[in-house]
């Protein structure tokens, strides 16, 4: 099993960045493949993007292609989000989470963090 932390919401300007990122921890946190998703208010959670474990393969959603970039640094056990660009349709808390399957992890991840917010204004 894994467990994940979230840090690094906030409140931004339309244009501006934040870097999100997830602490995992537990025995094999290195061999989950890893995403975030996200939610904004009155809506379904969504997929936002993926990493496979190795890093060597990565996912996003349409929405957010060309401005959000996954990444992931194995030795600290960390995935990061950064987020360019950013839109007040972005506004949302975003979740963390891990899966053993690159097809789960962008759809029904079993492991989720407990969430950020991340709130850009106009």
């Known amino acids: 099993q894994v467990q994940l932390v979230e840090s690094g919401g906030g409140l931004v300007q339309a244009g501006g960045s934040l870097r999100l990122s997830c602490a995992a921890s537990g025995r094999t946190a290195n061999s989950y493949h890893m995403g975030w998703f996200r939610q904004a208010p009155g809506k379904e959670r969504e997929f936002v993007a993926a990493i496979s474990w190795s890093g060597d393969s990565t996912y996003y959603a349409d929405s957010v292609k060309g401005r959000f970039t996954i990444s992931r640094v194995n030795a600290k056990n960390t995935v990061y989000l950064q987020m360019d660009s950013l839109k007040p349709e972005d506004t949302a808390v975003y979740y963390c989470?891990?899966?053993?399957?690159?097809?789960?992890?962008?759809?029904?991840?079993?492991?989720w963090g407990q969430g950020t917010q991340v709130t850009v204004s106009s």
């Open positions: 989470n891990a899966e053993t399957s690159l097809i789960r992890v962008r759809m029904e991840p079993r492991y």
